[in-house]
């Protein structure tokens, strides 16, 4: 019967010591870590806000601007009357 | 940098350009002075050229230039090759259509009307007689021919040859039928557009090409009204009229381009048989057809990287890059 006390005090003092060590490591650590108010100049104009996206253009899917179909699609180029890398961009188109 | 220089002669617009380099602008002016002789000689529009002097003579026989010799018999080849799809013998259908004088008479004076009497049966390209050795031909009785584009093709190439001689890297552009000589002074490509046939103010797709030559024929270039009917300049020899295909234009790349315009004439009066037939037995040249309902046909080169990418998107690289 004695022993079992014994070994119950020792119990209890045991959890008692390791609790209050464990609290003690955990404000120690706490205490040396990097608080929030201390980040470092880049980080902070990382952390910038975005700026505001301008709005889409609304989506038109009539095909063409008068809304009919089209049989294929045309590619918006002009006629080339100009110079690609100092030669003439030819066209054919039958004569 | 290139030097340009473009002119008006066969009847269509004429570009013509060269590295600049000394003597660059005497090689441009002989190779117009070529052009515009050459044109002299081989338009059937001109009474006292020397086709019209062979058309005259139908029946008998008549000396050529070797020129003229040279052209009929890529002329008679290619007749053949085609199983008479290419044919010359069709100037009295073209005639016939309404087209028997340029087009810029057609324009300023109007068409001719049809005859009414039936044509007599037409002769074909194969009765002609050729001797190379004493250099004339006899054309069968009746039978009249139009080099057309193949004159232009030729001539074309000759330019480009005369050209190339004096100035590399070059190119002759014929109304859109031309040939590269060389590769840009910058190093990559020469650019072509093929024209949307039904909107020549926009193109339709983009080629970057090393050196070859272009050819495309069309059905929506040389036309007129003749009794209420659209006619145009390209006549099926199997019918004796104007082609009725669902091609619009075909545009070929090949090495030549006696042969890029040959096959795009076949190309376009054969419809979709010939160019997924005949044309892919060519692996030496690609094809670009614009079909009447929209749809762009290439090949046979190509055909193994279609998958990837949409045929109406701008701008690819045929295999003679």
Known sequence: MTRIRLTSVLLRTWMALTSVFSFLIGWAMLAHAPKPTQASAAAQSAARPLPTLAPLAPLDLSGNANGAASSFTHLDIQQPQGMFGGAPIFTTGGS | MMRVLDFAAMNTAVILAAEARTGVDDALAAARSFIEGAERRFSRFLPESELSALNASAGDWQDISKDLLEILLACAAFHGETDGLFDPAILPALKN???????????????????????????????????????????????????????????????????????????????????????????????????????????????????CAVATSSVTKRTWVQAGHLRHHLIDPRTGEPAAGNGLSVTVVADSLVTAEVYAKALLIGGQQEYSGRASQRPDLSYYVVCSDGRITTGPAEIEQLPSLDPIHFEYAAPHV
């Open chain 2, 97 to 211: 259509a309404g087209y028997d004088k340029s087009m810029v008479e057609i324009r300023a004076t109007g068409v001719s009307p049809r005859s009414g009497v039936p044509q007599p049966p037409r002769s074909r390209f194969g009765e002609i007689k050729i001797d190379s050795t004493r250099q004339r031909v006899r054309l069968a009785p009746g039978m009249q021919i139009d080099l057309g584009g193949i004159a232009k093709g030729w001539i074309v190439e000759r330019a480009a040859r005369l050209l190339a001689e004096w100035s590399m890297p070059c190119a002759v552009s014929a109304g859109g039928d031309m040939v590269f000589r060389g590769y840009p002074t910058d190093g990559r490509a020469w650019r072509v557009n093929i024209e949307d046939p039904l909107d020549p103010e926009r193109a339709i797709l983009g080629l970057r090409l090393g050196p």
